[in-house]
């Protein structure tokens, strides 16, 4: 279900280098945070949800207008590998919730709180996302959540543009404008 998810991080960090220490802490704080927000899902309102995805992104319109230039180049670091671990357990578990839309939020915090350019940001969090999604996906189908029509071709969709959605090449120009 989440190979789109490692196909894109290997199109992201391709030549480049994989900070599996901090990927290792991150994966073991956000996996049960990831479990939480896909057990929460299908007991909230779907109209909560909505309002509450909405919200998101238009803090994350401001964030990204109030910082155009953010993951454009490597900076130092702001926060610690294990402040980074800490900060898994929200994404985490809007991973689980909804996951639309998390690579924004995961970027964002690999960009300011790491230093990291756009396509390294994207590539590690592409890797949390393949573990996350995986676990949310079993959260939801182990209970009897799926619909089993799209289950073939929506992985394999999903396949596709993660192969040939990220980038191969560096980054150039501001990447949220």
């Known amino acids: 279900g989440s190979r789109w ?14 900070a599996w220490r901090l990927i290792g802490g991150m994966l073991a704080t956000g996996r049960v945070a990831a479990w939480l927000g896909a057990a929460l ?12 995805v ?14 155009p230039r953010l993951g454009a180049v490597p900076q130092e670091p702001h926060i610690s590998r294990a402040a980074m671990s800490a900060a898994a357990v929200p994404v985490g578990f ?20 790491r230093g990291y ?6 590539g590690h969090y592409y890797i949390l996302a393949f573990a996350w999604s995986g676990l949310a996906a079993f ?7 799926y619909n089993i029509e799209p289950m073939v071709p929506a992985p394999c ?5 993660g192969f040939l959605g990220p980038p191969r090449r560096a980054l150039k120009g501001p990447p949220f404008l």
């Open 41 to 52: 899902t299908v007991r909230l309102d779907p109209a909560l949800l909505k309002r509450f």
């Open 5 to 18: 998810a490692w196909l894109g991080a290997h199109n992201c960090v391709r030549g480049g280098v994989v």
């Open 54 to 67: 909405g919200a998101m992104i238009l803090s994350l319109i401001a964030v990204m207008l109030r910082s």
């Open 94 to 113: 809007y991973e689980g919730l909804l996951g639309s839309g998390n690579s924004l939020v995961a970027s964002l915090l690999f960009c300011w709180g």
């Open 139 to 145: 959260s939801y189908i182990s209970p009897g959540y």
């Open 157 to 161: 969709c999903h396949s596709v543009g």
């Open 117 to 122: 350019d756009l396509l390294g940001a994207l």
